[in-house]
């Protein structure tokens, strides 16, 4: 059974800065992409980025309103992907996802992270 | 960065048949960009129903079907039924990156 599963959620100012974290289980972590996505309240889906696997060289993207302060690493070791995430704004606000778009499909029940002073 | 549109609501009958379609400002969109499909119902997280353009997983419902349309991506139902009306949103992909489109909010009524 596959598990996805996010934490590091939480508040912080603006300006500041936060780790958010997702355990995958049940499929080939160290061969697959993992996504980040992320949806403000009442707002659709906005794509964070993605980290890539070995074979493809870890290769990072990221979406225009979080490139240079957003970064995607993974630790295959221990089936972890995390993003850290810099110089915070407050439309940052939103629920976070951690996606294994492909193969498995499955999304993380996301972890809330709220930008404010 | 390139823009994705969708269609912002729909409405389908129950048994009813409805294509949502998913659009790029780049151009056509092929095979290439890999779309993909996700449903998300209210306070709930998204799921993946299709992966790269056409192909489903195990728990998408065979009434739902994904393909190239008119130079966009396409979700068609076919026979909708009360618990399909939710959001529904595409992803392309792009050199190193991905954009989601708007979201399509289906009303099954």
């Known amino acids: 059974e596959v598990h996805v599963v996010e934490a590091g959620g939480g508040f912080v100012q603006p300006g500041g800065s936060l780790k958010l974290s997702c355990a995958a289980s049940g499929f080939t972590f160290s061969a697959s992409a993992m996504h980040w996505v992320r949806q403000a309240s009442g707002k659709g889906l906005e794509w964070v980025g993605r980290?890539?696997?070995?074979?493809?060289?870890?290769?990072?993207g990221y979406g225009a309103s979080v490139k240079g302060r957003f970064t995607i690493s993974r630790d295959d070791s221990k089936n972890t992907a995390y993003l850290q995430m810099d110089s915070l704004k407050t439309e940052d606000t939103a629920v976070y996802y951690c996606?294994?778009?492909?193969?498995?499909?499955?999304w993380g029940q996301g972890t809330l992270v709220t930008v404010s002073s | 960065q390139a823009v994705v549109t969708q269609e912002p609501s729909l409405t389908v009958s129950p048994g009813g048949t409805v294509t949502l379609t998913c659009g790029s400002s780049t151009g056509a969109v092929t095979s290439g960009h890999y779309p993909y499909w996700f449903q998300q119902k209210p306070g709930q997280a998204p799921r993946t129903l299709i992966y790269?353009?056409?192909n489903k997983h195990s728990w998408t419902p065979a009434r739902f079907s994904g393909s190239l349309l008119g130079g966009k991506a396409a979700l068609t139902l076919s026979g909708a039924q009360p618990e399909d009306e939710a959001e529904y949103y595409c992803l392309l992909s792009y050199s190193g990156t991905s954009v989601f489109g708007g979201g399509t909010k289906l009303t099954v009524l």
């Open positions: 980290i890539r696997d070995k074979a493809n060289s870890y290769a990072t």
């Open positions: 790269e353009t056409s």
């Open positions: 996606v294994n778009i492909y193969p498995s499909g499955y």
